[in-house]
């Protein structure tokens, strides 16, 4: 039976932590496009949690924090500089939001270019080293138009 929620816009939500929560909103705001729907403060600690929209996405991020579940995660420079995962985000221009990230300071580490599945994309890392893909292939259209691609 399937466990999938029926009554929400996107049923798989990315999380990520940050030691400088209050700057990585505003920087992935401004290299990336998000837009913050809602934040929650302490008023000790200032940002505990906010949630960042891009299209019909989203993204949750959150301080690092010595937590039950802040201890099972790992940021990028704890464990040199490796990702374990990354975030694709569909976009309409894979060249526009290059161009912006660059400018933001991104550190690219894929070059931008044609990919052989299609789309036109790239792949860099945040200001805290998060892996992040951006592209216009949109794996949902072959899906809509019935047809599967073959490897």
């Known amino acids: 039976m399937s466990q999938q929620s029926k009554n929400t816009s996107a049923s798989l939500i990315p999380c990520l932590r940050y030691r400088n929560l209050t700057t990585a909103i505003d920087w992935l705001c401004r ?29 949750m991020v959150g301080p690092v924090v010595d937590s039950e579940y802040g201890q099972q995660l790992r940021q990028p420079d704890e464990i040199g500089g490796a990702s374990t995962q990354g975030i694709y985000v569909i976009v309409n221009s894979a060249d526009a939001l290059y161009a912006q990230a660059k400018a933001a300071g991104a550190q690219i580490v894929v070059e931008l270019k044609d990919e052989d ?25 072959d899906e809509a138009a019935g047809t599967v691609a073959q490897a």
């Not at 998000?34 to 996405?57: K, M, S, V």
């Not at 036109?120 to 892996?131: N, P, Q, S």
């Open 31 to 59: 290299a990336f496009g998000f837009e913050c729907q809602r934040q929650y403060r302490d008023e000790q600690t200032g940002i505990t949690h906010a949630q960042l929209a891009f299209g019909n996405g989203m993204l």
């Open 117 to 141: 599945y299609g789309g036109r994309g790239f792949t860099c890392r945040d200001l805290e080293g998060h892996l992040w893909s951006f592209g216009t292939y949109d794996p949902w259209a």
